[in-house]
């Protein structure tokens, strides 16, 4: 019994120890710049400290770096609908795909052309050719920005926890084995193992899922693209202008507006007039009953005058 308490309380402490060595990591990739004060150590302590550093120092250089890549471009196009094409083809040659499209028509300064934005996810290693091959589809490029994020400590950090969370798990798993073997075991005993089986269980959810966001991320970069189209190369007339097809349309109105005329001239025939005569009905009556008192009391005066 005192063995398997023991055993609990060592799990739940290093779950506390994982959950703070979390936070700490946070901290210091929000001011990777700030140095701990220094404190005085004896001088066997600090050359064991120098050289793990150098230890750790030669480790990390051997890490692959993590980096999340993201790039905006505003680029002015010719024809939108031909770039848009264009663009679709060089994303799916690099092995990605257009995450989202929002286009629409533009001003009159442009003629009513297609203008718009997409959102593109392209494996991070042919980011640079595709920017390449994108300003080449353009007229001109307003705008260019590259951005790359350096996020090896939040991914190594990550790993370790996850292994170590496994781990932990794995021990419970054995724990919980051992103590249903256990002839004096009782059901609270079972439920509390099985309760930090399913703490340590959602905090491995939780952070294989970061971890699978960070794969993400790092694997396929994303840029985004403004499209906006040159009004100076669109004509005057446009060639797809057919005065037919405004007329038809201008009838079309009219005929809309003769229906709706008509529409309103029935519903006042059929609902609102005879609700009208309806209404009238008590009114005239009352009309009618207002007049027979004033002829009434105008005679009963004359009568009396007399």
């Given at each position: 019994?005192?063995?398997?308490?023991a055993?609990?309380?060592?799990?739940?402490?290093?779950?506390?120890?994982?959950?703070?060595?979390?936070?700490?990591?946070?901290?210091s990739?929000?001011?990777?710049m700030?140095?701990?004060?220094?404190?005085?150590?004896?001088?066997?302590?600090?050359?064991?400290?120098?050289?793990a550093?150098?230890?750790?120092?030669?480790?990390?250089?051997?890490?692959?770096?993590?980096?999340?890549?993201?790039?905006?471009l505003?680029?002015?196009?010719?024809?939108?609908?031909?770039?848009?094409?264009?663009?679709?083809?060089?994303v799916?040659?690099?092995?990605?795909?257009?995450?989202?499209?929002?286009?629409?028509?533009?001003?009159?300064?442009?003629?009513r052309?297609?203008?718009?934005?997409?959102?593109?996810?392209?494996?991070?290693?042919?980011?640079?050719?595709?920017?390449?091959?994108?300003?080449?589809?353009?007229?001109?490029?307003?705008?260019?920005?590259?951005?790359?994020?350096?996020?090896?400590?939040?991914?190594?950090d990550?790993?370790?926890?996850?292994?170590?969370?496994?781990?932990?798990?794995?021990?419970?798993?054995?724990?919980?084995t051992?103590?249903?073997e256990r002839?004096?075991?009782?059901?609270?005993?079972?439920?509390?193992?099985?309760?930090?089986?399913?703490?340590?269980?959602?905090?491995?959810?939780?952070?294989?899922?970061?971890?699978?966001?960070?794969?993400?991320?790092?694997?396929?970069?994303?840029?985004?693209?403004?499209l906006?189209?040159?009004?100076?190369n669109?004509?005057?007339?446009?060639?797809?202008?057919?005065?037919?097809?405004?007329?038809?349309?201008?009838?079309?109105?009219?005929?809309?507006?003769l229906?709706?005329?008509?529409?309103?001239?029935?519903?006042?025939?059929?609902?609102?007039?005879p609700?009208?005569?309806?209404?009238?009905?008590?009114l005239?009556?009352?009309?009618?009953?207002?007049?027979?008192?004033?002829?009434?009391?105008?005679?009963?005066?004359?009568?009396?005058?007399?």
């Amino acid at each position: 019994m005192d063995r398997w308490i023991a055993r609990l309380v060592f799990f739940s402490a290093l779950t506390a120890l994982l959950l703070a060595g979390c936070g700490g990591a946070q901290i210091s990739q929000l001011s990777p710049m700030a140095a701990p004060a220094a404190q005085e150590m004896p001088r066997a302590e600090s050359d064991g400290a120098a050289l793990a550093y150098d230890s750790d120092a030669s480790l990390n250089s051997g890490v692959e770096r993590k980096v999340i890549g993201r790039a905006s471009l505003a680029l002015v196009v010719a024809d939108t609908d031909v770039a848009v094409s264009a663009i679709e083809t060089a994303v799916e040659q690099a092995g990605g795909f257009v995450a989202n499209a929002n286009f629409y028509k533009s001003g009159p300064s442009t003629g009513r052309a297609l203008a718009g934005s997409m959102t593109l996810r392209v494996p991070a290693a042919g980011l640079d050719q595709l920017l390449a091959e994108l300003e080449g589809l353009a007229l001109s490029v307003e705008s260019r920005a590259v951005s790359r994020e350096d996020v090896t400590d939040q991914y190594t950090d990550l790993t370790a926890r996850l292994t170590n969370l496994e781990a932990t798990e794995r021990e419970l798993l054995a724990l919980l084995t051992e103590v249903r073997e256990r002839p004096g075991s009782t059901a609270e005993e079972i439920l509390q193992v099985h309760a930090r089986m399913s703490e340590i269980r959602g905090e491995i959810e939780s952070v294989r899922g970061r971890k699978n966001l960070l794969d993400n991320l790092i694997g396929l970069a994303t840029v985004e693209v403004s499209l906006t189209p040159d009004a100076l190369n669109r004509p005057i007339v446009e060639d797809g202008w057919q005065p037919t097809g405004v007329a038809r349309s201008a009838l079309r109105g009219l005929v809309s507006t003769l229906q709706w005329i008509g529409s309103a001239a029935i519903w006042l025939l059929i609902f609102f007039l005879p609700l009208a005569l309806i209404a009238a009905i008590p009114l005239a009556a009352l009309v009618w009953v207002l007049r027979w008192l004033i002829r009434r009391t105008r005679r009963g005066k004359e009568m009396k005058e007399k």
